[in-house]
């Protein structure tokens, strides 16, 4: 697997190896071989009937879902569905009722270097305010034995380098984001958890996250993210596990759960539409005629629609897929779930 440090600082890559671009491409070419279909297909993390409860508060009920490396899946839920406190469970700060929580096939507890296997920026963070970032990054790095070099090296890859010294109590928010995604970097995990991890940031900031955490993904690494910002998740999550009231809602690619979205339609245009709507019809698509003479199906690829056309000889003279956008899937299928809503909204 790459090093952090060759990812997000692209600029120093080439010096790292000796003998030039050569040396370059055989470490890239390794770190490919590195990473099989055979692993991309494992789960890492594994969720399994996970209950939590809070006194009567069931937070997260039976809940099993799992995530596999080398992508970002996205964990969606409205306020209060047990998110965060999934991820707790996940690492070990909080005990489930019943239930397991692994990684690679370990509790967090059982994990013999923590730090170097998962990493995690979590809602609630605990920074002493007087206590420096590099100080503070220092001290965590001391409880896992890794190096001090290491410490201005994730600094750098979070550009705090220039104010490490100052009291991270000083830090705005995007700062203290960027600092806790630096102690997640310590130690160099595999695994990585992050609730909310674009809160506060600015356009600017919001960026630089995404293009982090989809290049650690690339790089065979597992992202588990949580966000609030339905554009943004679209932008960065290859797979999505959406949850409501605690329960499991879907856990599905991004693509397959917008195109299977009752808004996702795709628009065909043909001379000889009337013979292709009943072959789609008997494919279990779902068909309606628009003003213009197009027809839209719904329930259906635009790769099946095409492959049906031809099949039956039919000239097609569109095939327009209109995706639902996150957002509306998210609505659609968190309707029932959500237990705070605003006014006008029914209350639950
Ligand atoms: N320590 C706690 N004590 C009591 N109840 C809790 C505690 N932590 C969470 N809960 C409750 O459990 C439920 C799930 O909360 P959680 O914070 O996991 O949701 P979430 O999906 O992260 O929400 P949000 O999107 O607002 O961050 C909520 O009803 C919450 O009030
Ligand atoms: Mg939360």
Not at 203 to 217: K, Q
Not at 282 to 299: I, L, M, Q
Not at 309 to 329: I, K, W
Request: proline share 4%.
């Amino acid at each position: 697997m790459h090093r952090l440090a060759d990812l997000c600082q692209d600029k120093r890559a080439p010096a790292r190896h000796s003998n030039g671009a050569l040396g370059y491409l055989r470490t890239f070419a390794a770190n490919l071989r590195d990473f099989s279909t055979e692993e991309a297909e494992r789960p890492v993390i594994e969720v399994r009937g996970l209950t939590k409860r809070y006194g009567d508060k069931v937070a997260v009920d039976d809940l099993s879902f799992s995530v596999k490396p080398g992508v970002v899946t996205g964990f969606l839920g409205p306020n209060g569905s047990g998110k965060s406190t999934t991820m707790r469970v996940i690492m070990g700060l909080d005990r489930p009722n019943t239930g397991t929580a692994t990684i690679n096939g370990r509790s967090y507890h059982d994990l013999d270097w923590p730090l170097r296997e998962v990493g995690a920026l979590l809602e609630a963070r605990a920074i002493h305010p007087g206590r420096s970032a590099r100080a503070h990054l220092w001290m965590l790095a001391q409880t896992n034995q890794i190096a001090r070099s290491r410490v201005d090296e994730v600094l750098d890859i979070v550009g705090l380098s220039e104010v490490a010294g100052q009291p991270a109590g000083k830090f705005s928010l995007g700062m203290g984001q960027r600092l806790g995604i630096a102690a997640s970097l310590l130690g160099d995990p595999g695994v990585l958890l992050y609730d909310e991890p674009v809160n506060g940031l600015d356009a600017e900031g919001i960026r630089w996250v995404r293009n982090l955490l989809t290049g650690l993904a690339r790089q065979g690494r597992t992202l588990f993210v949580s966000s609030h910002l339905m554009s943004e998740m679209a932008q960065m999550a290859d797979d999505v596990v959406v949850i409501g009231r605690g329960r499991l809602i879907t856990e599905a690619p991004m693509d397959g759960l917008l195109e299977s979205s009752q808004q996702s339609f795709v628009r065909v245009r043909s001379p000889k539409i009337d013979a292709l709507v009943p072959i789609l019809e008997a494919r279990g698509a779902r068909t309606s005629r628009a003003p213009d003479g197009s027809v839209n199906v719904s329930g259906m690829s635009e790769a099946t629609v095409g492959d049906l056309a031809f099949e039956a000889g039919v000239a097609l003279h569109e095939l327009a897929p209109n995706n639902a956008s996150l957002e509306e899937v998210f609505m659609e299928l968190t309707e029932e779930s959500v237990e705070y809503h605003g006014a006008g909204g029914e209350s639950r």
